[in-house]
Every structure is written in C-alpha cells, then in structure tokens.
C-alpha cells in the first residue's frame, strides 16, 4: 500500500515538474496534451497524495511561475556603455513621499519606543518609577546573557556562511549553463520554495528528518550548525531574488569579452561581477544577520539549553509573565540590530567608495 502510494506520488511529481518547467498551468497543459483543468486536478491529487498542506505553497508557486515569465523578457540593464542614473530633485514628487516615509517611521519607532519605555519602568501602567532591575534580572538571573551571546554567533554564522553560499549558487544559475535546462528550473523552484514553507513547519520538518537515530547527519540536531542551517535556508528566496536580480542586470558581454581575451571565469567573477553586484551581497549579509537575531518560528524546536537563542528565551520570559525582563531583553536586540545597521552603513559606505566609484563619477 505504501509502495504504491509512492508510485502514484511520483506520477504527480513528473506532472509538477512540467509545470515548473513551463512556468504556468496553461502551457504545461499543452505540454502534456491535457486540459488546464485536469492539471489543476492533478495538483489538487497530490496534496491529497503527499498528506500535506500544499495548498500554502501556491502563492511561492505562483510567484515562482511569474519570476520565469518574467526572466524571458528581462533584459541586462547595465552594458559596457551604461552611465548610472541620477534623478534630477522635484519637491512636488520629493515632498509627499518624504512626508509619507517620515509617517511610517514615526509609527514604528513609537512602537518601538513603548517596548523601551516600558523596559525602564517599575510594572507597567501601575509603577512608572524608572529603573534598570529589568535589564539586571533579564540578563542575569533569567541567564538571557548566555541566550544574547548564542545569538550574536547564530546571526554572525548565519550571514557569514549564508551570503557567499547564496551568492554564488545565484551565479552559476544565472552566468553558467542553460538557463532553460530541466536543471535550472529544477533548482530555481527549490531556491523559491522556503518563501511559501512557514517557518514554523520548517523547525518540525529539520526535527523528523535529523532527530532520526538511523540519519548520518543526526548529531547536526541541537547544534549551533542546524539553527544556522535552518535560518539560511528560511531566508534562502529573498536573499536569492536579491542576488539573482543584481546578476541579471549585468549584460552577458562581460563574460564573452573575458573569454576572447583568455581570462578565466573566476578572475571575472572576482574582478567585475561581485563588485558590480557588491551592494546587493550586502545588503543579503545585513538581512540575513537581522533575521536571525530576531527569529523565533524556525528555531522554536531546534535549540538545546546550550544553544538557546535570545529570542527564544524573551518569548519565554513573556510566557512566564515577566513582561518588563522581556521588553528589556527585547530592546537590547533592537538596540545591537539598529547598531549593527549603522556600522553596515559605514561600512558599506566605504566599500562602494573603494569598489563603485564609478556609480558616483560625474558625467
């Protein structure tokens, strides 16, 4: 019963597969030489097959179907006679927009300021003397320190690891092969599926699969490598997007030119494709730091006592009704992200000064 199960379910794969490689339901139907509706059907058989829910997978599904349209029309924006673009200041466009973007950020940082606020008070809304024993209690009796540490070396792990991985595997998507191989489709839905898969699902997923005893890479589970692993791969579609749009906008000569001249691919990418694409690896390096500092759903079912991350245990200490400890706790993190996105500022300041002087040349 089993075995035929599998059967059937691998019949339903070889119908999504063509799905994937066409991009939509239409011409994968033409493809196989059945109606659109007994596509649709067919889907609809192998959630039931597979038992689970993949229903919410539609919408990555469906961007995924209109990423691919796109791609075939998408154009490189920058050749080798591309001039940066400068738009020219209109306060009629300027002044409505900054006032709306100075809304927006006066409501989040309110919000934000009230979970500071009430991290400094006695016991809100009764007691408001200031006082720091939050923080002396969050960080040292609740242990969060420890907590705080563990996800400072998550976050650091995480994007040091994730940003070339993610990079790199987007170049050789896009610069290496043929873009319409069965393997490339293939791989650009499995890099766009995380963004339809809750990370909930994802931490309970990593526990049937590594907490098997039978598994070779059982002893990853409760390891500071897993909740690495998981956080790459819960952020893997943004951060892919990211990169795969920087490397689309580069026009394909550069490599053709390189090869005329003998130069090898590796000198190109090192030379010309990573610092052109340099603000984009960037900005995945900063997304990918904040996201796991402050994630909880993907890592909720994956910690130990010794890898326990700061969010979790403020998710914990509000649980446990310690409202203050946990607004304090809290604010320490936003504090280290908006720190941690100030020097990324600096930095990423200087680099694009050294790197992509050329974006700022006067023309």
């Known amino acids: 019963m089993e075995q035929q199960k599998i059967e059937q379910l691998w019949g339903h794969l070889h ?3 063509v799905l994937s490689q066409q991009g939509s339901f239409t011409a994968a139907a033409d ?3 059945v109606s659109k509706a007994a596509m649709s059907q067919r889907v609809a058989e192998l959630e039931r097959v597979a038992g689970v829910a993949l229903v919410r997978l539609r919408p990555g599904l469906f961007a995924f179907c209109v990423d691919r349209q796109v791609q075939r029309r998408q154009q490189a924006s920058l050749t080798a006679r591309a001039v940066p673009y400068r738009p020219r200041p209109d306060w009629r466009r300027d002044g409505p927009l900054l006032l709306f973007s100075l809304l927006l950020a006066g409501a989040m940082l309110a919000v934000l300021g009230m979970a500071a606020y009430t991290s400094v008070i006695t016991f809100w809304p009764y007691n408001l003397e200031l006082t720091l024993g939050h923080y002396r209690y969050g960080l040292v009796e609740a242990g969060v320190l420890g907590a705080y540490l563990n996800s400072l070396q998550i976050a650091l792990l995480t994007a040091l690891l994730g940003t070339p991985f993610i990079f790199v595997t987007a170049y050789l998507l896009e610069k290496t092969g043929a873009r319409q191989s069965a393997l490339h489709g293939a791989v650009q839905g499995m890099a766009s599926l995380p963004m339809g898969v809750p990370g909930l699902v994802l931490g309970i997923g990593y526990i049937l699969f590594f907490n098997h005893p039978d598994n070779p890479l059982n002893g990853l589970y409760q390891t500071f490598a897993i909740l690495v692993i998981v956080n790459v ?14 490397l689309k906008s580069l026009d394909r000569e550069f490599e053709a030119v390189s090869a005329s001249l003998k130069v ?14 340099l603000p984009a690896v960037l900005e995945i390096f900063r997304y990918l730091f904040i996201n796991a500092m402050t994630t909880v759903s993907a890592l909720v079912f994956l910690y130990s006592p010794d890898t326990l991350p700061a969010s979790v245990a403020i998710l914990n200490l509000d649980e446990a009704g310690e409202l203050g400890p946990a607004a304090a706790m809290a604010s320490l993190i ?11 500022s600096a930095l990423t300041h200087l680099l694009l000064q050294r790197h992509q002087a050329w974006r700022s040349a006067k023309h």
């Open 15 to 17: 119908w999504l597969t």
């Open 31 to 33: 493809r196989l030489g």
């Open 233 to 246: 791969v819960h952020y893997y579609s943004s951060c892919h997007l990211t990169a795969l749009t920087a």
């Open 264 to 277: 090898s691919q590796f000198v190109t990418f090192w030379r010309v494709t990573l610092p052109v694409c």
């Open 334 to 344: 936003i504090v280290t992200t908006a720190a941690f996105s100030l020097l990324y």
